[in-house]
């Protein structure tokens, strides 16, 4: 179920809260909504308010977090990717036809978590059973260094590859994280109930009106942030590939031993 799907119907059950707590307004007698039940039912809002406040602003953070480790580790790739292509290009011809096959690779990976840069997900079926950076690791192993140079190349070119690949694997298990059922289903009650209760006190004018609904969708738009950020490879804001385009140019531009600090 996509993000806005679910903070769409959380938005309803909002509309639902208040639609609820007209109705009650005014069926209910008089003594139900003023003096000290009117206390108590302010008290009781202002406590939910706050629980669902903090537990919002606490999702928001972890969320952000999970989306700003998501960009990191790929912007760190692509500095991975450009110092493997350092490293295989001053490895020597034998190595050629390896740094020919990585920007394939990348391409690849590039298709993969990016379908069309549009806002389709990730293809995380295909990420689990890529083989091009695990060829490319094996093309780097069958090398035959000839000096003390070529072998710490050879070492350090491997090092770089399992970096990368142990970086394709948390970006899968990152993406099976999600937010439990339960507790939308928790956080959509306390919200329903909460709207409930402001449209039993408030006047039934539209100034307040349109003042409650305003606080719904910014409270939904709230919810798809969280359940957008928390799955960084899917849905409308996803992390960027400028890093591994960026690569792929360098690569692309490098001359035969490109510096790595041009």
Same mark, same amino acid.
């Given at each position: ?38 206390? @108590? ?64 690779? @990348? ?48 070492? $350090? ?39 409930? $209760? ?18 719904? @969708? ?7 942030? @969280? ?36």
């Amino acid at each position: 179920m996509s993000a806005l799907l679910i903070a769409s119907i959380i938005f309803a059950f909002m509309l639902g809260g208040m639609l609820l707590g007209s109705i009650l307004r005014v069926i209910l007698p008089d003594d139900h909504t003023q003096a000290d039940s009117k206390d @108590i039912l302010m008290t009781s809002a202002g406590t939910m308010a706050t629980l669902i406040a903090l537990i919002i602003g606490l999702l928001v953070t972890s969320a952000k977090g999970t989306y700003d480790d998501t960009s990191s580790t790929i912007t760190q790739t692509g500095a991975d990717i450009i110092t493997l292509n350092y490293y295989l290009s001053s490895y020597g011809p034998e190595a050629e036809a390896v740094r020919k096959h990585l920007p394939q690779a @990348i391409t690849a990976a590039i298709e993969r978590i990016w379908p069309n840069e549009s806002t389709h997900g990730a293809d995380l079926a295909k990420m689990e059973s890529e083989t091009e950076m695990t060829a490319v690791y094996h093309k780097i192993l069958e090398l035959l260094p000839k000096n003390d140079s070529q072998k710490y190349l050879q070492t $350090q070119a491997l090092h770089l590859i399992d970096n990368m690949l142990r970086s394709r694997w948390m970006l899968i298990e990152q993406s099976q994280d999600e937010l439990p059922r339960a507790f939308l289903v928790v956080l959509t009650f306390w919200l329903t109930v909460l709207f409930a $209760q402001f449209s039993l006190l408030a006047p039934r004018n539209r100034t307040a009106i349109s003042a409650l609904i305003i606080c719904a @969708i910014s409270m939904s738009g709230a919810i798809f942030l @969280i359940l957008e950020l928390n799955q960084p490879l899917e849905g409308t804001i996803k992390v960027s590939s400028a890093p591994l385009h960026k690569a792929l140019i360098l690569m692309s531009t490098s001359g035969d031993n490109p510096a790595l600090g041009n």
